[in-house]
């Protein structure tokens, strides 16, 4: 099993919800969700880091909230108002140390180095 274990995913009608989590068996100051749908480039969602500071991407912004645990090692997606646009494999992502950048920096799948092994999210209309 990896540093990264991701759950929650499912298949769900438009209008539904869905959350997803993903236990981190270290401490990491900055964790991510990313999805990938098929033939389409890993694109981020989401990004908190252990202050709490969020970053979400422009599709997602008001539908779906990150958080995370009090242990800090546990990370959350509440996804809702879910579309079929939305379906794709979803990853869990972390980066041990912090990042000085933009929005577009901490959403990038170049700033992360430990990958989950993603969770499935479907969404039919």
């Known amino acids: 099993q990896g540093q990264l274990v991701e759950s929650g995913g499912g298949s769900v009608q438009a209008g539904g919800t869905l959350r997803l989590s993903c236990a981190n068996s270290?401490?990491?100051?900055?964790m991510a969700w990313f999805r990938q749908a098929p033939g389409k480039e890993r694109e981020g969602v989401a990004v908190?880091?252990?202050?709490?500071?969020?970053t979400y991407s422009d599709p997602v912004k008001g539908r779906f909230t990150i958080s995370r645990g009090n242990d800090k090692n546990t990370l959350y997606l509440q996804m809702n108002s879910l579309q079929p646009e939305d379906t794709a494999m979803y990853y869990c992502?972390?980066?041990?140390?912090?990042?000085?950048?933009?929005?577009?920096?901490?959403?990038?799948?170049?700033?992360?180095?430990?990958w989950g092994q993603g969770t499935q999210v479907t969404v039919s209309s």
């Open positions: 992502a972390a980066r041990d140390a912090s990042v000085d950048g933009s929005d577009w920096i901490r959403l990038s799948k170049y700033t992360y180095p430990y």
């Open positions: 270290r401490y990491s100051y900055l």
């Open positions: 908190i880091d252990s202050d709490g500071t969020t």
